[in-house]
């Protein structure tokens, strides 16, 4: 019985996790002191996204087994606001497809097996837009379209996040291939 309690208590917090956006930047919030705000466009609203910390070495992203994730959570208004700290470099490395912006489980995607991802490295204090990023299915794929318009992140900033700061800068990034595995199964030892 104490074993099917544990599991019961470790599936409903994974779910209760699912449904907010963890480390996003809440509307009221100031500038951090240590951190950095990026901005990235995320379409359509049902598409959410982790950017996790990682390093690149040879032209591969590879994503530390240390870190918690920069940001995990779905677009409001069309866009995430995260925070990271200056001089990590970070990836898209999860994408989940949910039927309705209020669902939790949904079908995953990652970019592995030589697939490409947005990859950058944070750059010191400010808010930077990073451009954005467009989700379509196609099959057991899934197409991405990356764009920028700065003028449109800066007007979300003026009106969703004021407390920021009207000043956006640009973070520039790479498409680099990311080394993991092509499944998402998450493994939680129990012990006895």
Known sequence: MKVAGIVAAIALTAVAAGCTSFRAVEASAGMPGDETIFILGVSPAHYRVKVFPGTVRNGIFRESGLRLAAYYGAPRDGYVVGKAKPGDTLAITLVREVANEDDVLGRDFVPC????????????????YLGDVTYSPNRHQLEIRYSGDAG?????????????????????????????????????????
């Open 152 to 192: 449109a992140a800066q007007s979300y900033l003026a009106s969703r996040h004021p407390s920021l700061g009207s000043t956006l800068g640009t973070i520039e990034y790479e498409l680099l291939p990311v080394q993991m595995a092509c499944s998402t199964e998450i493994y939680i030892p129990i012990y006895l």
């Open 113 to 128: 097996a030589g697939l490409k991802t947005m990859v950058f490295k944070v750059p010191q204090s400010g808010v930077f």
